[in-house]
């Protein structure tokens, strides 16, 4: 029997309950997010951020490039020297400026609502596009706290189980959802952008030092 390869199937990630979530970010994609944050104005380079996630740190690494100081930790200890703690169900943090992640699909929710409260300027998280689908997720959380906008990436974002490398494709189709200033723009509005084509220029051969050592 031929493997079923619609794109309804192959836009499925599931991951078991207790699992860690593991697809590394590839760089490029948050320095997208961090471009589109200067571009209108916010000035990176004079703020804190936190990413909770940190996994590897293939998104610490970028967001070093933008931001004054970057606060890393993660709930599974990954060998590369971050702060072993559970951000979502230990004490919760002090406030920071930002806070920009991707976090586990099934605690997406959860991971929103903390950042919420302990995020001065505003927060992101990169979803995967069907995040915006759902009756119960619109009950419990965008028809509350709507996100200020909306990034949808024009160009595929690859992302592999365990791994960060540059090759390969997805029917996946990821987003950032960004909060600022609290939620929701002006009249409540939920602003929704497209992220331009930007992987040649933002990708650099040092964003993958597991290939380059191979």
């Known amino acids: 029997m031929s493997q079923n390869r619609s794109s309804a199937v192959m836009q499925q990630r599931s991951e078991p309950h207790d699992s860690l ?18 571009a209108r104005g916010e000035e990176t380079a004079h703020f804190n951020v936190r990413e909770p996630t940190a996994n590897r740190g293939h998104m610490v690494a970028p967001l070093r490039e933008y931001f004054r100081r ?12 971050f702060p072993v703690g559970d951000y979502l169900f230990g004490p919760e943090p002090e406030l920071i400026h930002y806070t920009i992640t991707n976090p586990p699909f099934r605690l997406a929710e959860q991971f929103i609502e903390r950042m919420a409260a302990t995020s001065e300027f505003g927060f992101a998280v990169l979803v995967r596009a069907a995040f915006l689908e759902g009756q119960g997720r619109f009950e419990r959380l965008f028809s ?23 090759e390969g494709s997805t029917a996946t189709a990821y ?34 030092p597991e290939v380059a050592a191979a």
């Open 21 to 38: 979530d593991d697809f590394p970010t590839p760089p490029w994609a948050t320095r997208a997010l961090c471009e589109w944050l200067n």
């Open 144 to 166: 509350k706290n709507p996100p200020s906008h909306v990034l949808q990436f024009s160009e595929r974002v690859v992302m592999h189980k365990g791994r960060l490398a540059p």
């Open 70 to 81: 970057v606060e890393a930790s993660d709930v599974h200890d990954y060998g590369v020297g």
């Open 175 to 208: 987003a950032w959802l960004v909060w600022l200033d609290g939620g929701a723009g002006d009249n409540g509005e939920t602003y929704c952008e497209w992220i331009p084509p930007c992987r040649k220029r933002l990708e650099r051969p040092s964003d993958y």
